[in-house]
């Protein structure tokens, strides 16, 4: 009897740990059932950051930085590497909350003493011994010295120093370093840049110092003959605010209510551990730059995922005018005009990534279903042991393979990751549509281990939605890169290698 009431009381209770109450399953396996079709398994799935609908309205209310979650603004300091200290000692690292806990006050200690030699509690007289409340005082403060102990580890920011950052944290600019910087101001300065030659240089990583503008000559936003930039730059970025006075007044229409709640819906759920992007500012540029967007481009319209591609764009742009700790800048005190600047190319170079890999956000969206398709085609080629792994606890490559594909591993990586990964991806002809499809095969060989190390299908799944790359930096993203160019060099060429 007593076992049949556990069972009823966790069936009834729909707020346990880990689940929401519209997301309980009811008396439904996770591998019982497989979707029979694309469709089907996007109606079953619900997005990584999705909430209940009763939370909808709360997200639609403005949003002011003294209502934010204390967690949000003390999460995105990030530990680094064990054993690894930075060599850069200017910047005092926060030592952890324990060290910012306050010395019990003379106050506190009488009020302490009174408790433990005898008081009132909730109505009852309580009475200890003197040598009792020494021990409790002891106790604490012991407790206390051991938290104030603790080692001092260095901070892996999310998104500054993102061009010099290595797996411990520490900036560092070498020899090396800085003749590449030289090459890219070389390149950069003649009157008609060799977009060839930027790119082969690019491909490694481009400076922080030098990358607003490679990004912006790689994407095609701007052109190539320096005397012309100016221009280009003054009339797309007039043609974007054009676009804002002419259309962004209609998002509250009948015909694009939808769109713009949605959207307004998924701006809190990017990167929400980045203080930066909490900002009304911030989040009032991504819904403009979003809307405008979807509306010029009515074969697909906003997908949940595009909102996460604004991100890389913004920061680099940003990085512009900020030297240090991008994450916490106040995107509000910069000068209008400069905000207005980062909005608009942000806008223009998103639209040129997406102009490439648009089939990805179209109806049933078949670009990501070939490229997940390619993906395990390519799996069963170059590991066979993992792909058999996958069948035999019958996963999915769809199951965890779509979001790679649909958010370009943003998702799975932390942001300084992605922005070194796009300096690749910008350098490829087709980085993001094709060379994408080798950086997911690498990164999925790289948790070999791991993955055949789970035992069953809810393990896997775990795994492969929750990868451990918080503490990923340059060198990492490298040796994942170069892996990729090595299958793309090996596969890309030789379909009788590729298909079985």
């Given at each position: 009897m007593a076992t049949d009431n556990i069972i009823n009381f966790w069936r009834k209770n729909a707020k346990v740990p880990g689940r929401?109450?519209?997301?309980?399953?009811?008396?439904?396996?996770?591998?019982?059932?497989?979707?029979?079709?694309?469709?089907?398994?996007?109606?079953?799935?619900?997005?990584?950051?999705?909430?209940?609908?009763?939370d909808d309205e709360d997200l639609l209310a403005p949003i002011h930085p003294s209502s934010l979650p204390s967690t949000l603004h003390s999460v995105h300091q990030v530990p680094p590497l064990p054993l690894q200290q930075p060599s850069d000692t200017t910047r005092e690292p926060d030592t952890g909350p324990a060290d910012r806990l306050a010395p019990p006050t003379a106050e506190g200690c009488l009020q302490q003493e009174?408790?433990?030699?005898?008081?009132?509690?909730?109505?009852?007289?309580?009475?200890?011994?003197?040598?009792?409340?020494?021990?409790?005082?002891?106790?604490?403060r012991s407790t206390?010295?051991?938290?104030?102990?603790?080692?001092?580890?260095?901070?892996?920011?999310?998104?500054?120093?993102?061009?010099?950052?290595?797996?411990?944290?520490?900036?560092?600019?070498?020899?090396?370093?800085?003749?590449?910087?030289?090459k890219f101001k070389y390149l950069l300065s003649c009157p008609n840049t060799?977009?060839?030659?930027?790119?082969?240089?690019?491909?490694?990583?481009?400076?922080?110092?030098?990358?607003?503008i490679t990004w912006r000559l790689?994407?095609?936003?701007?052109?190539?003959?320096?005397?012309?930039?100016?221009?280009?730059?003054?009339?797309?970025?007039?043609?974007?605010?054009?676009?804002?006075?002419?259309?962004?007044?209609?998002?509250?229409?009948?015909?694009?209510?939808?769109?713009?709640?949605?959207?307004?819906?998924?701006?809190?759920?990017?990167?929400?551990?980045?203080?930066?992007?909490?900002?009304?500012?911030?989040?009032?540029?991504?819904?403009?730059?979003?809307?405008i967007w979807a509306i010029r481009h009515p074969a697909s319209g906003y997908v949940q995922g595009i909102n996460d591609l604004v991100t890389p764009f913004f920061v680099v742009f940003l990085?512009?005018?900020?030297?240090?700790?991008?994450?916490?800048?106040?995107?509000?005190?910069?000068?209008?005009?400069?905000?207005?600047?980062?909005?608009?190319?942000?806008?223009?170079?998103?639209?040129?990534?997406?102009?490439?890999?648009?089939?990805?956000?179209?109806?049933?969206?078949?670009g990501i279903q070939n490229n997940v398709k390619a993906l395990e085609e390519l799996v069963s080629r170059i590991d066979e042991d993992i792909h058999n792994y996958f069948k035999r606890y019958e996963v999915e490559y769809l199951q965890f393979a779509f979001r790679w594909m649909n958010n370009l591993l943003m998702r799975e990586l932390p942001l300084r990751c992605t922005i070194r990964l796009w300096?690749?991806?910008?350098?490829?002809?087709?980085?993001?549509?094709?060379?994408?499809?080798?950086?997911?095969?690498a990164f999925l060989i790289e948790w070999r281990k791991e993955i055949l190390s789970m035992v069953d299908f809810q393990g896997l799944l775990m795994l492969l939605q929750n990868l451990p790359t918080i503490h990923w930096g340059n060198e990492e993203v490298g040796l994942l890169l170069a892996e990729a160019y090595r299958l793309k060099y090996m596969f890309a060429d030789a379909p009788n290698h590729y298909r079985r």
């Open positions: 929401f109450p519209k997301d309980t399953p009811k008396g439904n396996n996770l591998k019982s059932k497989k979707a029979s079709s694309f469709h089907e398994f996007a109606r079953s799935t619900n997005d990584a950051w999705d909430i209940d609908d009763e009174e408790d433990a030699d005898g008081g009132q509690i909730n109505g009852r007289v309580v009475v200890k011994s003197s040598s009792e409340a020494q021990l409790n005082t002891n106790t604490v206390l010295q051991k938290q104030q102990s603790l080692p001092v580890r260095p901070i892996i920011p999310l998104v500054a120093r993102i061009s010099d950052q290595n797996s411990s944290g520490a900036p560092i600019m070498t020899v090396r370093d800085k003749s590449r910087l030289d060799d977009l060839e030659e930027l790119r082969k240089h690019s491909w490694s990583g481009i400076p922080r110092e030098v990358r607003p790689l994407s095609g936003y701007l052109p190539a003959n320096m005397e012309r930039r100016d221009l280009v730059l003054k009339r797309k970025r007039d043609e974007y605010f054009g676009f804002i006075e002419q259309y962004y007044h209609s998002r509250t229409d009948e015909t694009y209510k939808d769109t713009y709640r949605q959207i307004h819906i998924d701006i809190p759920r990017t990167n929400p551990l980045i203080p930066l992007f909490q900002q009304p500012t911030v989040q009032e540029v991504f819904e403009r730059i979003l809307f990085s512009e005018f900020v030297e240090e700790d991008v994450e916490n800048f106040d995107v509000a005190s910069l000068p209008l005009n400069t905000q207005r600047n980062i909005e608009a190319d942000s806008f223009w170079c998103m639209t040129k990534l997406l102009d490439g890999i648009q089939d990805n956000y179209t109806f049933a969206q078949p300096d690749t991806y910008q350098a490829e002809q087709e980085g993001f549509s094709h060379f994408h499809l080798y950086v997911c095969a």
